[in-house]
């Protein structure tokens, strides 16, 4: 992914060095590291009650990775740009604040915890390079009532994802979306578990794996609705492409609901490209590689369409074109 780039008017950009102490503020919307934080405030303890963070949020001896704070009302006027470099993170989002990230990961393990208080609104793309080994990240979200939250996840080769979110307020809102490639021998693994606890909270899944060489991949989506979650709605969908007969896809859906008043669905689909949209692309001209290629960055394109920030989708898209499809 070296090949994307953001301009600088574009974003906010955040690097969080493990090596040094780094510490950034926008508007009153913070981004730093441990040693950034305990140098500006003194100690982490100072800064959390500074923000008003509970010690149910977050034990502050777990922080050693970033840390975003948005307080309450604050809205970033322009996309926040952070690349991780592992551990433990926290992105809090106080009542009514928004936020438009893009995490940059690195070829780290990192595990993030996210908190959105009522009527909070986050909008998150995770862009992630898997390196010779398998590459772990985890996602553990909080959201209180009429909360909005949406995940993109674009991830290349060896990378194992899961997320936990917890619609534990009335009227809140997930929704994510998960773009994966392989090729060779990678493996790229996509765990979500979403858990609806109050009433009237939706959520929407779609994953969508690309496979070619002799990769593998494996979806799991696990809905539960809570008996007193009335009026919830979930979906699920799974849809995958195999670009080579040696390619596999294993997928798992689960649905548990213990209330009676729900609308909730899951479906998959596993298959090859369409035949007949590829021979009616090469009979106007077009060779059978550049084909294939305009109805992938097409499948591609239809899990990124939502990203909010134009200029980050835009980049992602670029980054698409120049990628090469066996």
């Given at each position: 992914?070296?090949?994307?780039?953001?301009?600088?008017?574009?974003?906010?950009?955040?690097?969080?060095?493990?090596?040094?102490?780094?510490?950034?503020?926008?508007?009153?919307?913070?981004?730093?590291?441990?040693?950034?934080?305990?140098?500006?405030?003194?100690?982490?303890?100072?800064?959390?009650?500074?923000?008003?963070?509970?010690?149910?949020?977050?034990?502050?001896?777990?922080?050693?990775?970033?840390?975003?704070?948005?307080?309450?009302?604050?809205?970033?006027?322009?996309?926040?740009?952070?690349?991780?470099?592992?551990?433990?993170?926290?992105?809090?989002?106080?009542?009514?604040?928004?936020?438009?990230?893009?995490?940059y990961d690195s070829n780290e393990e990192d595990a993030t915890t996210i908190r959105l208080d009522e009527a909070a609104?986050?909008?998150?793309?995770?862009?992630?390079?898997?390196?010779?080994?398998?590459?772990?990240?985890?996602?553990?979200?909080?959201?209180?009532?009429?909360?909005?939250?949406?995940?993109?996840?674009?991830?290349?080769?060896?990378?194992?994802?899961?997320?936990?979110?917890?619609?534990?307020?009335?009227?809140?809102e997930h929704v994510v979306r998960g773009l994966t490639f392989t090729k060779e021998a990678e493996h790229a693994a996509?765990?979500?578990?979403?858990?609806?606890?109050?009433?009237?909270?939706?959520?929407?899944?779609?994953?969508?794996?690309?496979?070619?060489?002799?990769?593998t991949g494996d979806f799991t989506g696990r809905i539960v609705v809570s008996a007193n979650a009335q009026k919830t709605?979930?979906?699920?969908?799974?849809?995958?492409?195999?670009?080579?007969?040696?390619?596999?896809?294993?997928?798992?859906?689960?649905?548990?609901?213990?209330?009676?008043?729900?609308?909730?669905?899951?479906?998959?689909?596993?298959?090859?490209?369409?035949?007949?949209?590829?021979?009616?692309?090469?009979?106007?001209?077009?060779?059978?590689?550049?084909?294939?290629?305009?109805?992938?960055?097409?499948?591609?394109?239809?899990?990124?369409?939502?990203?909010?920030?134009?200029?980050?989708?835009?980049?992602?898209?670029?980054?698409?074109?120049?990628?090469?499809?066996?």
């Open positions: 992914m070296n090949g994307l780039s953001i301009p600088e008017q574009d974003v906010y950009r955040f690097v969080a060095d493990a090596t040094k102490a780094v510490y950034e503020e926008w508007n009153g919307i913070v981004a730093g590291n441990r040693a950034g934080i305990v140098e500006k405030f003194g100690s982490m303890e100072i800064f959390l009650r500074h923000c008003r963070i509970h010690a149910s949020v977050t034990d502050a001896a777990s922080i050693n990775g970033f840390m975003l704070y948005v307080p309450c009302g604050k809205h970033s006027d322009k996309p926040l740009l952070i690349r991780s470099s592992g551990g433990n993170n926290l992105i809090y989002i106080a009542s009514g604040g928004v936020a438009d990230v893009l995490v609104s986050l909008h998150m793309v995770r862009l992630q390079q898997g390196g010779q080994k398998s590459v772990s990240t985890h996602i553990k979200a909080w959201q209180a009532s009429s909360s909005r939250m949406s995940v993109h996840c674009v991830t290349f080769g060896n990378v194992r994802n899961t997320l936990d979110a917890t619609l534990a307020g009335k009227d809140a996509n765990h979500v578990d979403i858990t609806h606890a109050s009433p009237e909270c939706s959520s929407n899944q779609l994953f969508r794996h690309i496979l070619s060489g002799t990769s709605t979930a979906y699920q969908r799974s849809s995958n492409i195999l670009l080579h007969p040696e390619t596999k896809m294993n997928i798992t859906p689960q649905l548990e609901i213990y209330a009676d008043d729900v609308k909730c669905s899951h479906g998959a689909t596993v298959g090859q490209l369409d035949a007949e949209a590829v021979f009616y692309l090469r009979s106007r001209g077009i060779g059978e590689a550049e084909a294939r290629k305009i109805l992938l960055q097409a499948l591609a394109e239809e899990l990124l369409k939502d990203i909010a920030s134009p200029a980050v989708k835009q980049r992602i898209l670029q980054h698409l074109q120049i990628m090469k499809y066996k």
